[in-house]
């Protein structure tokens, strides 16, 4: 990974996880919504991982949001 594709991580798992706590709700409870390991939604969150489509489809779901409100950074 360069120095921008950490960046963009580090930016959209920021974003994630606010949204997630400003709907109050905590990080294993978010995951088993989502339908995944809470180590991987820390990795999300944390900018250390690439998450899929699918992954990111069901974090918007959950965070009840469209998946460009997301993405726009």
């Not at 709700?25 to 339908?35: T, V």
Request: charged content about 40%; some cysteine.
């Amino acid at each position: 990974m360069n120095t921008k594709e950490e960046k963009c991580f580090r930016e959209l798992g920021a974003k994630i996880k606010q949204l997630r706590e400003e709907k109050e709700i905590d990080q294993k409870s978010f995951a088993f919504d989502c339908e995944i390991r809470r180590t991987q939604l820390y990795m999300i969150e944390n900018g250390k991982t690439n998450p899929r489509l699918l992954t990111l489809i069901k974090l918007t779901n959950r965070l009840e949001i469209p998946i460009d409100k997301l993405l726009k950074m």
